[in-house]
């Protein structure tokens, strides 16, 4: 389970977080929604430190981390527990696909040479790279790439993998080949937090639906409540705008 409690963020005088309260239950797939600079993205790296909350609390499990004064531990702590998906693959351009995977094996867990590969390549495997091991990132597809990057956080073996926007710098024709690798780990009952526009991915394998405007969740529910009934009027215009044959039941 993790759980945020009362988080803000601010960067100078634009406050993006305003006061977030939000719980994930174990295994489950959590899809975030909104328009841009809602804070949907700010949200994911407050979670795993790539940036600082001003405030408020992260619960992973049993372990509770107070954003406003966490220690160099708890934040190493909380990395090692989570792992992220970038929206732009962020993979090292001279290692290749299995070296990719292996990486944070080695440096951030500390395998062996011979573990990490182990892993990496079973990772690989999952996401149907198993041709791909020797590949460098300039000698794969955006696909494959995110793909590279989903397995990388399999890797892990993490307590939550977070998603952002990962298919948002795929040609559409690649778009297909990434959700279906996101389907499965789902499917293995992996938490997830995904920050997304597929209303497909949503619709079909979330649980948890959460609606986000300027800096605030407007609304949560299940996809059905979500797409079918929403009760703010904010979430049934943006679905009203993003979906355009989408009508809502009154």
């Known amino acids: 389970m993790i759980e945020l409690r009362n988080v803000h963020k601010a960067f100078g005088q634009n406050e993006v977080l305003k006061g977030i309260n939000l719980k994930v239950n174990k295994g489950e797939a959590a899809v975030i929604l909104g328009p841009s600079g809602s804070g949907k993205t700010t949200l994911l790296r407050c979670i795993n430190f790539l ?3 001003d405030d408020g609390e992260l619960i992973i499990g049993d372990s509770k981390v107070n954003f406003r004064n966490a220690a160099r531990k708890e934040i190493l702590a909380v990395r090692r527990r989570t792992a992220m998906v970038f929206q732009n693959y962020n993979l090292f351009n001279n290692m290749n696909a299995l070296e990719n995977v292996m990486e944070g094996l ?3 867990r500390k395998f062996s040479i011979e573990k990490a590969r182990e892993i990496a390549s079973q990772a690989l495997d999952k996401v149907g790279l198993k041709d791909k091991y020797n590949a460098y990132p300039l000698q794969l597809s955006g696909g494959q790439q995110q793909r590279v990057g989903i397995a990388r956080a399999i890797a892990l073996n993490p307590d939550v993998i977070l998603f952002d926007e990962p298919t948002s710098a795929l040609d559409p024709e690649l778009v297909g080949e990434v959700l279906a690798v996101m389907q499965a780990v789902a499917k293995e009952g992996i938490t997830m937090i995904v920050v997304t526009h597929e209303m497909s991915f949503a ?10 405007d300027g800096g605030n969740i407007v609304e949560e529910g299940t996809p059905k409540e979500i797409f079918t009934n929403p009760k703010e009027n904010r979430t049934k215009q943006f679905l009203e705008r993003i979906l355009p044959r989408w009508n809502y039941t009154i």
């Open 203 to 212: 619709m079909d394998i979330a649980q948890h639906i959460i609606f986000m």
């Open 51 to 53: 940036e600082t909350a």
């Open 106 to 108: 080695v440096t951030g």
